[in-house]
């Protein structure tokens, strides 16, 4: 199992309607051989339909998916050859956790000795081998989600699907089976397509993320991509958080210059004149000391706070451009926020991008 190669996937024009409801639409992707990649979006935004499209479960309503150039779309699950890890385990409770990890291998009517070693060895792979005669429920969360792991991968599937695997748990369990999640990918080399609403899950456990609102994909990248450079305003607002500088844009010399009242921000990339809309993240605005210089200054009162533990989320009124929400290190911070406390705020021409509006649904 350790090293094997993956499958390459592609879905072309891939459609699903149900009557005039249209949950998925038009969605192209390409998986490479081995790659991690999350399906990212809101409740309702099409994420879960499309794995069920590639699972076999749900057929496309137009559109084609391919496994390594092959067309599999008529192909029943059965047929697929994937595994298949779902929010709520799905083990068997009568059955032992090593006899939960065989099933796979026992419907395909493998003989005792092979099976017993992939049982072995796939246990072994989610550190689970101790566990072996125990019940599902004799098993934490976390440790039952690590059966489920085993028992899709132990017949060598061309591909892994992760329906929510991780949201059952808790936050501290979560962070600590994205880690082991990811380590397990690399391990097995194989193709791994995860559906989550968790944006932090999405960006520590992809190679790629795919990014749906209202059945669209709209945008597809790294994780250091979709952050750093979000096309719409629903990838910057959704991946993350951050604020919306809405002006009148002209050119100017490396970037675009927004009016806003008497405020000119100065901002990197290109964007057409009239309109236009700045993503600037909080954590990228800093606090500026008077006599301090910044590409953008700007000043405000604090209107509200909030300690978070590694810094503080501050929202701070000014003139012209609103309330904006800064991230401010609580490590080294030069001074304890207060509401009403006077402000400079700056941050560099390189720090907001321009984003286009979100097409309607």
Do not use: C
């Amino acid at each position: 199992m350790s090293g094997a190669s993956g499958h390459a996937l592609a879905l072309q024009g891939v459609s699903r309607r149900y009557g005039e409801f249209v949950a998925v639409r038009d969605a192209t992707v390409e998986v490479a051989r081995g790659e991690f990649l999350t399906l990212l979006g809101p409740s309702g935004s099409g994420k879960t339909t499309i794995l069920m499209m590639i699972a076999g479960f749900v057929e496309p309503s137009a559109g084609r998916i391919l496994l390594d150039g092959r067309d599999i779309t008529p192909l029943p699950p059965e047929r697929r050859d994937f595994g298949m890890v779902f929010q709520g385990y799905a083990l068997f409770p009568h059955m032992s956790v090593a006899e939960n990890v065989a099933f796979p291998l026992r419907v395909r009517r493998m003989g005792r000795a092979e099976r017993d070693a992939k049982v072995r060895a796939a246990l072994d792979l989610v550190q689970l081998d101790r566990f072996a005669e125990r019940r599902p429920s004799q098993l934490s969360g976390g440790q039952q989600q690590r059966v489920a792991l085993a028992r899709a991968l132990v017949f060598d599937p061309a591909l892994l699907l992760l329906d929510e695997p991780l949201s059952a748990l808790d936050k501290k369990l979560r962070a600590e089976l994205q880690e082991e999640l990811k380590a397990l990918h690399r391990r097995v080399g194989r193709t791994f397509i995860n559906v989550t609403h968790d944006q932090e899950e999405a960006l520590s456990l992809s190679d790629r993320i795919a990014i749906l609102d209202h059945g669209r994909l709209v945008q597809v990248g790294s994780p250091e991509a979709l952050y750093e450079r979000p096309a719409t305003r629903f990838v910057a607002d959704f991946l993350g958080k951050s604020n919306f500088l809405e002006g009148d844009v002209v050119p100017d010399a490396g970037g675009v210059v927004l009016r806003r009242g008497a405020t000119a921000v100065v901002a990197s990339g290109a964007a057409p004149p009239g309109r236009a809309v700045l993503s600037l993240r909080p954590e990228r605005i800093a606090l500026v000391p008077e006599g301090g210089e910044a590409d953008n200054l700007v000043e405000g009162r604090i209107a509200a706070w909030s300690y978070l533990g590694t810094g503080y989320a501050l929202t701070v009124s000014t003139a012209d451009l609103g309330d904006l929400r800064v991230h401010l290190p609580a490590w080294g911070a030069p001074f304890a926020p207060a509401e009403g406390v006077p402000v400079r705020l700056g941050w560099s021409r390189a720090a907001a991008v321009a984003v286009a509006e979100d097409v309607a649904a």
